[in-house]
Structure formats: structure tokens, C-alpha cells
């Protein structure tokens, strides 16, 4: 009984520390300094990045038989093709190139306690298919191929805090899935660790509390992709959160906390929830398998491209960089380019004062097993111009005309710009009455915060787009109604 009473003291007081991070609007760098520094960094750190034909990419080979696309050294990535069937969709089979990275990299932040505050080493990392630039990124984001250095260039800084873990505390650490739709099976570690080591940060890195990269979130192609699915596993839940910060006159801000409140009972309780996308993964019957990119049905290579015959989606493009950050100064590389602006959004309502949020359980063919919990909603709504009408989402035009009341976070953020060119998505929080959708459909379920926060802590039950949505959702505590 005491290791179980110890057990609980020690996750809420954690908790207890994240929330008071995430309250501090100030740390050992103040707000402004900040936005001018990383306004210098995105200045400074300019990369040079020029469209080439993808047969003219250095180091890239075209294989004959197949037309799959990969690096001469066997490392790094491929581009290759995907067949995928699903049963009783509207659109029930479908082939597409998509990305091959088995190999796991590393998503990783350093966390330290500064004058009793909770602070994180984030970086101002410029990648090629940044559409700013610079973005605020973990301490560490390196594929394996990077981090044992098969590119023959400089070591990761900081590397070393989270290959060998035994010296600090692990806050989280759990194997993510990234996009089902571009990805074939690609997962990263996402890990904070926490040092007691006196840490001087580098060039291009700073100390920020959550509060600070909570209000950084809020500015669009900001803090980037992968700092977003770290921060997203931060274990931010526990038995009497809400009673520890009060926020007097400011219901739904108390509703977020209540919500990631253990005592707080949510519509279903975890095994019913466990039991639902055990079942739900089930039912769908998926099959998906690589296949020689010539043979993606639909998709052309032309003019240096591949593309979809209609123009829509994504297309696959080169490019060539020149940067004097980074740890090669120039390279070569393949990039998917989305066509249009996404989006991915929360519908949330309250329920006895506790917030819910509505998560789709969503098939993406990429997935490695059959389905994950994500958004709401997650289109291009451009993309149903040519898609049968079946096919567009439940709820999208709820999102599409939320008024602006409505809205409780807005914001257009990237996605990984190592291998996606210009991909950006509206990231939104809607919120709804709280009789709307009792019955959202068998797909669908209201969860609490602290719900997710729990699945979060295990792999592949949260999508990387509502990974992304949770720290919008986190960052929400830090502002006031």
C-alpha cells in the first residue's frame, strides 16, 4: 500500500510540476528576448533550397525495374509504392507512392529545473521543407542514419542524454507513429529526460518553460512537428490536478484542468474505451502492401515530378540544399509536396464541467496497425473535388463555418519539413454544445484529457495529427478564457 500511495504522490506532484510550467508566461529567457533571438535565427540560418528533376539528384538512384527512388548508400529513406484496400470505404482500394523509413530515429527534449521551474532545451532548427524557415524544434531530431553520422558529418549535440538515460530522470519515452498517409509503418522515439547537469545551451538552442512554447504554439510555422508529438506525451494528468490551480471566473480554462484530472469521470472509462478500438480496429478489414512504384495506378512521373493525373493530393519533387547550419553543409533529397492547406481539428464540449474531446478512430494505410486515434477531422478539403462525395468527413463543414466564438485555438502549423515540402495544416479547437453528438457514429468516442494523456503513454494509439492537437490542447491551461 505505501509504494502504491508513493507512486500516486509521485505523478502528482509531476503533474503538479508540468502545470506549473506551463503557467510560467516567463523564464530564465524572457518571452521577447526570445522572439528576437529567433527572429535573428531565422535571418542567420537561411538555407538555400532549389526545385531539381528527380533524375538529377546526387547520391539518389532510380531503380530500373521498379522505379522505387532510394539513396545510394541504403540509409536514409526511399520512395516507393503502396497498394491499399479498404472494405466498405468509399473509395475501397487505391495505389500511391509513399515514404519507406524503417530505420527509428530520435525525437527527443532535455528538461531541467531552473529556479524551481520546469524548463526545456528546444532548438531553432531550419529544415528544407520549412515554409519559414526556421522552426523551434526538440533538443534532439535525428533520424538513425543521422546520428551514427553515414552522412560523414558533424555529431548531434546533446545526443548522448537520451542513448544512455541512466544518469537522469525519464519523464516519457514511447515509439510514435508519424503520417499513415505518406509513411509506410514509420515510427520515432519520443523521449524527455530530465538532468540535473548544470547544461549551457549552444548556438541556435534555448531554455523555455511550457507556458513560453504554449504561447509560441499559438503563431503559425512556429514550433515545428516533432517538438509538437514530444510535448504531446508530456504525462500531463493526475488525481487532483484541478484542485492544485484555480482560475477564478474562468470556466472552460477550469474545464481543461478538471479535465485532465483523474477524478474526474469521463462518458466511458478506459476499458470501455480499450475495448471500443480493439474492436473498431477489428471490424475494418485493411490490407496494405508495398508494390513497385511504376506500379502506382494514376501517379506519372513527368517533368521531373510524380504526380496524380488530377493534380490534387501530394506529388513527390527534388531538391537541392545549401545550408551552413546544419551538419552537412549540402545535399540532394526527394520531398512530398501537399498539395493545398489541410485540416485537422478537435470538436470539444464540456460534460459536467469536465471537457471532452471527439477523436476519430481513422484507417491510414500506412498504419501498422490498421487504425489510430486522431481528429475529428483530417482532410484537404481541395482533395473532394475529385473524390466521391461518400468520402468527405462527418463534421468538416461544422469545422469549416465554426464562428469565431467558437473557436478556442487556431493556428496553421507545418509538418516535418526533413520530408515534407510546404506541408501545413489548420490546427483547430472548436467547441460545441454539450448535447451535441451523443450518438457521433461507432468511429467516433468522447474522451477527457487525461484519457488521451493515459493512451499517449503507450505506442500507437494516438495519431501524429492528434498528437499535435493534444499539445494545442495542453496549451490552452496557459491561457486565460
Known amino acids: 500500500m505505501s509504494g502504491i500511495l508513493a507512486a500516486l504522490t509521485t505523478d502528482h506532484r509531476r503533474a503538479v510540476r508540468i502545470a506549473e510550467s506551463a503557467q510560467a508566461a516567463e523564464g530564465v529567457l524572457t518571452l521577447e528576448r526570445f522572439r528576437a533571438w529567433f527572429a535573428e535565427r531565422r535571418r542567420e540560418d537561411a538555407s538555400r533550397v532549389e526545385r531539381i528533376p528527380l533524375d538529377e539528384l546526387d547520391r539518389w538512384r532510380t531503380d530500373p525495374a521498379t522505379g522505387d527512388i532510394a539513396h545510394e548508400s541504403g540509409r536514409f529513406f526511399a520512395v516507393t509504392g503502396l497498394s491499399a484496400e479498404v472494405a466498405g470505404a468509399a473509395v475501397p482500394a487505391w495505389t500511391q507512392p509513399i515514404l519507406l523509413q524503417p530505420e527509428i530515429g530520435i525525437l527527443g527534449i532535455l528538461a531541467k529545473e531552473i529556479d524551481g521551474v520546469l524548463h526545456f532545451l528546444m532548438q531553432a532548427k531550419n529544415e528544407p521543407g520549412n515554409p519559414d524557415g526556421v522552426e523551434i524544434s526538440p533538443t534532439v531530431q535525428a533520424t538513425r542514419s543521422n546520428y551514427t553520422r553515414v552522412h560523414r558529418g558533424a555529431p548531434v549535440p546533446y545526443l548522448d542524454y537520451f542513448r544512455d538515460t541512466r544518469r537522469h530522470h525519464v519523464i516519457a519515452d514511447v515509439l510514435q507513429s508519424e503520417q499513415g498517409s505518406w509513411f509506410f509503418q514509420k515510427r520515432n522515439r519520443n523521449i524527455i529526460v530530465e538532468t540535473t547537469d548544470e547544461v549551457e545551451p549552444l548556438e541556435g538552442f534555448a531554455w523555455l518553460t511550457l507556458g513560453q512554447l504554449h504561447r509560441l504554439l499559438a503563431g503559425d510555422t512556429v514550433v515545428n512537428m516533432d517538438a509538437r508529438t514530444v510535448l504531446s506525451c508530456l504525462p500531463f494528468s493526475g488525481v487532483g490536478l484541478s484542485s492544485s490551480h484555480a482560475f477564478p471566473g474562468q470556466e472552460f480554462r ?14 466511458h472509462d478506459i476499458g470501455g474505451i480499450l475495448s471500443w478500438i480493439t474492436e473498431t480496429r477489428s471490424r475494418h478489414e485493411v490490407a496494405a502492401r508495398r508494390v513497385p512504384l511504376r506500379d502506382a495506378e ?85 482533395n473532394y473535388a475529385w473524390l466521391p462525395a461518400a468520402a468527405r468527413p462527418p463534421f468538416l463543414d461544422e469545422v469549416l463555418s465554426a464562428p469565431p466564438e467558437r473557436i478556442r485555438f487556431a493556428s496553421v502549423l507545418s509538418e516535418e519539413g526533413g520530408r515534407f515540402r510546404d506541408a501545413r495544416n489548420r490546427y483547430m479547437i472548436i467547441e460545441t454544445d454539450a448535447g451535441h453528438a451523443p450518438d457521433p457514429g461507432p468511429d467516433y468516442r468522447w474522451l477527457t484529457l487525461h484519457q488521451l494523456v493515459g493512451l499517449l503513454r503507450h505506442s500507437h494509439y494516438v495519431s ?18
Open 254 to 267: 477550469q474545464s481543461v484542468l478538471r479535465s485532465y484530472s483523474e477524478e474526474f469521470a469521463g462518458l
Open 298 to 382: 494514376l501517379w506519372h512521373r513527368r517533368d521531373g515530378t510524380i504526380e496524380h493525373e488530377s493534380g490534387l493530393f501530394f506529388r513527390v519533387i527534388g531538391v537541392r540544399v545549401e545550408s551552413g547550419h546544419r551538419e552537412v553543409s549540402r545535399w540532394d533529397q526527394p520531398l512530398v509536396e501537399p498539395i493545398g492547406v489541410g485540416v485537422n481539428a478537435f470538436l470539444v464540449k464540456r460534460v459536467d464541467g469536465v471537457l471532452h474531446a471527439l477523436v476519430h478512430a481513422g484507417v491510414q494505410p500506412g498504419f501498422r496497425d490498421v487504425l489510430e486515434l486522431g481528429p475529428t477531422v483530417r482532410c484537404t478539403p481541395g
Open 464 to 481: 501524429v495529427e492528434a498528437r499535435s492537437l493534444v499539445a494545442c490542447l495542453h496549451s490552452l491551461v496557459s491561457r486565460p478564457d
